[in-house]
């Protein structure tokens, strides 16, 4: 049997609150309403490319840990398209550009990038196969993701 993956303590996130520091606005509560998880842009191009190659494929269940964009229980495969903001991509040299409530966001996004990790070890610990692209990578180079999916069919030998 492995041994279970090492689980660092959780980077502690304050609160987002007025008492904190934090001003709510109702113009910042419409736009960061608007924000989605699920259904983005990236995340439909990779689909539709998905389903036009043949692959047929589940959106995620609340069943899976860290609930994937894309799932293929079949063949032990879970895709997450992340957006880069929101999952730390050049994170060390991008949060020093954070001006406003730099506490909160600085927090916020490194539980988040600590969160993919929890994620990632979760799924190799089950024997899983991760696949996890930058919502740009989809944008500007989809045809190189859609190529790493179809990969793992042919390293699986379907």
Known sequence: MKPKPYIRPKVAVPQFSEANGFYTTAQRSRTMSRIRSKGT???KLLKKALW???IRYKTSKKSLFGKPDISLKKYKLVVFVDGS???GHDWESRKNA???NREFW???IERNIQRDQEVNAYYRYRGWT???FWDFEVK???GACLKSVLNCFRVAGI
């Open 41 to 43: 842009r990236p995340e």
């Open 106 to 108: 600085i927090a916020k």
């Open 52 to 54: 036009q190659a043949g």
């Open 130 to 132: 991760i696949l996890r």
């Open 140 to 142: 500007e180079e989809l």
């Open 85 to 87: 903001f929101w999952h």
């Open 98 to 100: 954070i001006k406003a």
